[in-house]
């Protein structure tokens, strides 16, 4: 006779201090955040999910294909990404079989143990699917047989899990050349969910990147004229933020190497244009422009009212095999070294006292939260800082954070928690953690006697809620 699996459900008491007066107001902190609807202001789920609305195809192209968290790991522990069924850039994949690239995941599922991917995996599983047995070798096809039925059935397709998830704003992010087709359909279906486009100007202000002549032309073709000049340029640049502002845009988002910000004279921003349009520009030149746009950036934000975010800090594409087989966003970026005081000088001295300007911050180098970011945003008035973030999105990520970050920059100079993700149904999951860790780290300020509960129930909300709503200026309409 066949053994039944083994029960697993959750602790309710994940993640929360074990000392038990600790425990008992974190539990009762996040019961008041738990429901509360999510905003997920920065992403990269696609939209064109929600336009199609289809079941999605198999719990491997679901969980592990898009997800770079975890075929990142996987691949260092000698694990083929082709094994994986990750497509290569000629389109082409390796293992086609979902249910093969699924065990492979369920063999090495103990690799997960103590990492936030492990956390968000234990979640969807067990409470998105509410399949409660653990994933492992033994259970592989179980659990993959489970899913696979709860796919088919319209419970689980996009719109509906939209709003089982309790979504109130989803955020993609967007090329500043794309034609928003997706959100325009959306837009026009008459569903009331609300996924808005985030302008992403990097394409067309990193000059180089390896299309930049190609986006540059792409620009001229929405505009419907010949881009040859840098004042051209920038007004194509203003008329794509109106455009994506009418499809209900509120933020810019610039996935930066260095926060280095530097205003450059008329002549020499033209001249550097110029060269780039010839394909002459010199890696000084690309740095000098890159550091001229954020300045107009932020300019335009004074004008148009779009908030502004820097993701400074990742050395992209690391791995230059992984890049040139399977191209960007696969896991290969790496965490450097950030200087935010001196780069961000010129910006904050121009843009940081202005009423009608936001910039969200974030980092990837976490020993600038109390030397500097801290600091910085506890002083301008256009400054935030954004939550831990892609690295530091974690258990042990959010503690430093709320440690480092708080006690001198204030709580109400963050912007609550975003996350950042391309795998869709990992949402819920990651914004339960991030509940979680909030209400643990203000369970420890009112057992401390720092604040009371009537205090620290409000600040829970505005973790969860409030400040994000703020900070993005959601209370407007569209």
Known sequence: MKKKPKHFSLHRDRFFDPNPTARRIARELYESTRKLPIISPHGHVDPKLFVEDKPFPNPSELIIVP???????????????????????????????????????????????????GVWLD??????????EKLNAQSADRVYDALERKLQSRAFRPKALFKRFNIELLATTDSAVDTLSSHQ??????????????????ALTELRNSKWRENMDKLGELEKTEITSFRKFVAGLE?????????????????????????LSAGEVESIFQRALRGKAEKHDAEAFTAHMLMEMARMSTEDGLVMQIHPGSDRNHSRFIY?????????????ATEYTNNLRELLNKYGSNVKFTVIVFTLDETTYSRELAPLAGLYPAM????????????????????MVIETGSLYNTVGFNDDTRAFVSIPARHDLARRMDAEY????????????????????????????????????D
């Open 239 to 263: 008329s794509r933020r109106q455009y994506f502002k009418s499809l209900g845009a509120v933020a810019t988002d610039h996935g930066i190497f260095s926060p280095y910000t530097h205003e």
């Open 324 to 336: 040139d087989t399977y191209g960007p966003d696969k896991g290969g970026d790496i965490p450097a």
């Open 384 to 403: 935030k800082l954004g939550p831990p973030w892609w690295f530091h999105d974690s258990i042990e990520g959010m503690r430093r954070y709320h440690s």
């Open 442 to 477: 203000l369970a420890g300020l009112v057992a401390r006697h720092q604040v009371d509960m009537v205090e620290a129930h409000e600040m829970a909300y505005q973790m969860a809620y409030g400040l994000v709503k703020k900070a993005y200026k959601l209370e407007r309409k």
């Open 185 to 202: 359909l959306l837009r026009n279906s008459g569903w009331k969910g609300r996924v808005i486009p985030s302008f992403r100007p990097d």
């Open 123 to 132: 979640h969807e599983i067990s409470v998105v699917f509410g399949i409660k």
């Open 67 to 117: 997800d770079h968290y975890i075929f990142r790991l996987l691949y260092s522990q000698g694990i083929s990404l082709e094994s994986l069924g990750i497509p290569k850039r000629d389109g082409t994949r390796g293992e086609s079989d979902p249910r093969k690239i699924w065990r492979i995941l369920a063999e090495n599922y103990y690799l997960f143990r103590g990492t936030p991917t």
